[in-house]
């Protein structure tokens, strides 16, 4: 299959927060500010394209190798868990910089569904490596363009006094995903 | 300890639906109707009450540097126990609109709550009661929000059909953005009934 | 030393102890899983070929786009058959049964087996109103039109569905192709 559409499929019409309901914690959670929301989007991504390729490798080499694809579920999430934690050491030590900037939304991301879900559907679109990498890049492109919009939108509004009482926190945040959502089925039409 | 209050506790007073607002990605997802949404939330709480038993029953020879990663093996277990079992004893149809959101259970964040703030601190059985409790609450929000999915969104209920005039259905609600509509809704009833109860919302 | 020891000695038995356990649901659950999927496709073979009185697996040798393959006999005679076929849909694969009869050489039925469409727009060609539409059509390339089907080899689309309801009609026209190159064959 055409990779740009792979992509352009995995970012905005199959959009993995607005369409698909993944990573909805991460979603409302650290969407209070622009740039939390942006390094916790470029985190997810990051992650997402590593655990994407150790996956797909462990799954061909090693899980359909040996016809135990039973234990897909339980290998996925110990390699994403792994990936986490040993990213965390790794740049702590190599890089800094980056560390400081990405450091505290790793712990998060362990549990963050929008990642595994990312590594299982790989596997159940019989995706090749390539694909695989595509898929998970555009699913953390989409991820982060979500949430900062829904961060500035979250922004625009804060604090304003004619919000009503009951609107305040959650239900307003979730009514600005619905009619982020709306606005995301638009892209619908371009394939 | 009182088995009754914990089940009550989980359904009405800390209700992970409506209270503590955890999970949203199953809560969002598979409530297009009222079926999907109990078998996903009767599928959750199978095994939340298998996870939090077998992890409280194992708490005193788990070394506490491992307990998070046993936790993870335990609870991936269960599911895909679950995923086995489904496939093999369930139509088919609803094992497809499930798809992806039973092997999600795994990074469910109730179950970790439970497993962290109860299983791992208390007795078996009790840990079994909590879960089921929390399973109960976590069922009963999906299936308020897929009752009103559906019944705008098709004109059904339990896929009989109500409103048989298409045009009249409000699309919209099984798709994307009304699940974030209807939630957003529910949340701020909530929040308005017990900040008029005195209560501070969340 | 033992600090590493203990827990990785646990975590080995914990790890083993799983596994093993899912080992065991698996070898159990195997046969039930794939007597499920064979069930639901035979239910749909007899529904979609309502006057055979059984019917019968046939061998398929590969054949793009059809997967599985029923003849539909009554007293010993090859009356129709029922073509397991599928095309991609707007998220994902869309697995159909279409009933072909050789006595009227007409569609007799088709059934959605298996999809993954948008609720409430593409998951609508489950409903009678969308599929019933190709009882009866003939075995020639069939066509989606917007609204107001009137030829033969028209089927009406769902509104904000296209995409699904074009790839059902293909899936279908693969059948109608298999059915002539091949199944005329098999009899």
Redesign the interface.
Known sequence: MNLFLILIGAALINNYVLVQFLGMCPYFGVSKKSETALGMGVAVMFVMVVASTMTHLFHQHILVRFEIEYLQTIVFILIIASIVQFLEVFMKKNFPALYAMLGVYLPLITTNCVIFAVTIINVNNEYTLIEAIIESLGAGLGFTLAIVLLAGIREKYNNNPDIPEAFEGLPMALFAAGLMSIAFMGFQGII | MNYFKLIKNGIVNQNPVFVQ??S??P???VT??AVNAITMGLATTAVLICACFAISA?RK???S??RI??S???V??F???L???M???LP?AIN??L??FI??I????IL?ARIESFASKNKPFASAVDALGMGLGFTLGLFVIGVIREFF??GAVFGIELISDTNS?M???????????T???L???I??IR?RRGGV?? | MKFVLKPAIVLFIVASATVILLTFVHSATLEPIAAQARRMREIAAIEVLPFASMIEEVELDDFDGITNVFVGLNDGLVIGYAIEAYQLGYSGRIDIMVGISVESEQITGIRILRHTETPGLGSLVTREVFYGQFYEAPLMPLRVVRSGADGADEINSITGATITAVAVTEAVNRAIEWYSLIGGSLR
Not at chain 2, 106 to 109: E, S, T, W
Request: include cysteine; charged fraction near 5%.
């Open positions: 607002v955890m949203l990605c809560l969002l997802a297009t109707s194992v020879v788990i070394p540097e491992i990663v046993v993870v093996i335990i991936a277990g599911v895909t126990i995923q086995l079992v496939e093999a004893y088919p497809e609109s798809g992806i092997p999600l795994v990074v469910n964040c970790f969104g098709s259905h699309v919209i609600m099984v798709l994307a953005p009304g699940a974030f509509f939630l957003g809704a949340i701020m009833i929040h308005s900040r919302g969340v």
